[in-house]
């Protein structure tokens, strides 16, 4: 839900996880000002940003009018990038929703996602809409931080993925429920 503080989280676990590196995919531009990094615009900008083991791509000046193809590139380089060193990786997608569908993944997002593990990429994710996740993703994670959602389809998927729906829809903003889907582990939190 708008304003549930999932953002906030989602930029609070990049700022305080342990990592060697960071990375962002940034279309709308919103993560460059509110980390206050200059962003990656090209393939030589990356690279240049990469010392710096924070990089924020916005992909519209390399591939105007075509993010799609940006996204699928960001992913290919994030992996390839991740190759040239040890230590977590962590990867950050806003709304990733929009960059596959219920049927199908890019190539370059599924080998980032799958085969990324032996590389220690670490994808996170935020979203007001979990149902429009592909099985695929939603089946590799491993843990699930939920802020309240009031749509029906929202709240199936969440219950799907071992979340009681009836409390997280009940969760006032700015306060979380997390659980580690592989310990079963549970904590709540508030954001503000």
């Not at 390839?80 to 060193?85: C, D, F, H, T, V």
């Not at 994710?125 to 993703?137: D, E, G, M, V, W």
Request: net charge positive.
């Amino acid at each position: 839900m708008t304003g549930s503080g999932k953002s906030t989280f989602a930029y609070r676990y990049l700022l305080n996880a342990p990592a060697a590196c960071r990375f962002v995919f940034d279309d709308l531009g919103r993560a460059a000002a509110r980390l206050k990094i200059r962003p990656a615009a090209t393939a030589r900008d990356l690279e240049a940003a990469l010392p710096s083991r924070w990089l924020v791509f916005n992909p519209h000046r390399m591939f105007p009018g075509n993010p799609r193809k940006g996204f699928n590139y960001f992913c290919d380089w994030v992996y390839q990038a991740s190759k040239r060193g040890a230590g977590k990786k962590l990867v950050l997608v806003d709304e990733i929703w929009q960059w596959q569908t219920a049927q199908s993944i890019p190539y370059e997002l599924n080998l980032l996602v799958t085969t990324g593990r032996e590389e220690n990429i670490e994808l996170v994710s935020c979203t007001q809409y979990p149902h429009r996740i592909n099985a695929s993703l939603t089946g590799a994670a491993t843990e699930v931080v939920a802020f309240r959602l009031d749509e029906e389809l929202a709240l199936k998927r969440i219950s799907g993925l071992q979340m009681d729906a009836g409390e997280v829809q009940k969760l006032p903003l700015g306060q979380f429920i997390a659980r580690n889907r592989l310990s079963g582990g549970v904590i709540r939190g508030k954001m503000f």
